[in-house]
């Protein structure tokens, strides 16, 4: 089993939709979740940290569910600017630091 | 905001050739920096992480004599690919953090690195 694991798509949703993505670990002694956005060829930008309350940036909600081992972006309002991958990214139990990576959900938005 | 230099962004070069990478955390100390590789249309997948003043410890399948890390200082950690191949051609990203503990990686701008 992957240590992290995402649906890769792609998600191909008309602008103004909104588009759910969840993503599940392996290792129960992670503790540190976050979501990442990757352009094209380009280096991944961090998009926002996950944490146990539920946290939400403008048009995105994150959320973690430790009991299921999973955790979801939510983007409300989609933007054409929204397309991209979206990588979740979780650290390795036993180690802080370590980010492990999912294998990334491809977001398309149409007009 | 905590900032990841990488150099050089491209690298064409011919099979056989040892191609050297940098990383560097230009506005803080980074006692650890990981190194990934991406391959098209797949993820990031962690090589090694870089320790300041020890060895690095690779992940499995990824072979330590063939990936040269160097983390001589607490900004600086570099990656060799030694007489690389064709099969070596990927995206090759750096990544740090200011401080230990629960806090999101910063990544540079990433290498292309393509052996002919």
């Known amino acids: ?23 599940t670990y392996s290792n129960s002694a992670s503790q540190s979740f976050f979501w990442y ?7 991944p930008k961090l ?8 946290n939400e940036d403008g048009r995105f909600t994150a959320q973690l569910n430790r009991a299921s081992q999973y955790i979801s972006l939510l983007i409300r309002d989609s933007k054409l600017s929204d397309s991209a991958t979206y990588l979740c990214a979780v650290n390795r139990g036993s180690s802080a630091s370590k980010i492990i990576f999912g294998s990334g959900t491809r977001l398309s938005i149409r007009p | 905001g905590a ?3 990488q150099h050089p962004s491209r690298v064409i070069c011919k099979s056989g050739t040892s191609v050297k990478i940098e ?5 803080f100390q980074a006692t650890t920096m990981f190194w990934y590789r991406q391959f098209p249309k797949q993820s990031l997948m962690l ?17 330590k004599d063939k990936f040269l890390i160097n983390h001589a ?22 990544s740090a953090t200011p401080s230990a503990g629960n806090q999101p990686q910063h990544f540079g701008d990433g290498t292309r690195l ?3």
């Open chain 1, 1 to 23: 089993r992957k240590e992290v694991e995402q649906d890769p798509g792609p998600f191909n949703v008309p602008e103004g939709a909104t588009v759910a993505f969840n993503c």
């Open chain 2, 47 to 63: 090589m090694a992480t870089s320790n300041e003043g020890s060895k690095a410890t690779y992940e499995q399948g990824v072979e």
């Open chain 1, 47 to 54: 998009l926002m940290s996950v944490y146990s309350s539920g």
């Open chain 2, 23 to 27: 990383c560097r955390s230009l506005d």
């Open chain 2, 3 to 5: 900032v990841v230099s």
């Open chain 1, 37 to 43: 956005r990757q352009d094209c060829r380009k280096e």
């Open chain 2, 73 to 94: 200082s607490l900004t600086l950690s570099t990656l060799t690919v030694t007489s690389a191949h064709p099969e070596d051609s990927s995206f090759y990203i750096c």
């Open chain 2, 114 to 116: 393509s052996i002919l």
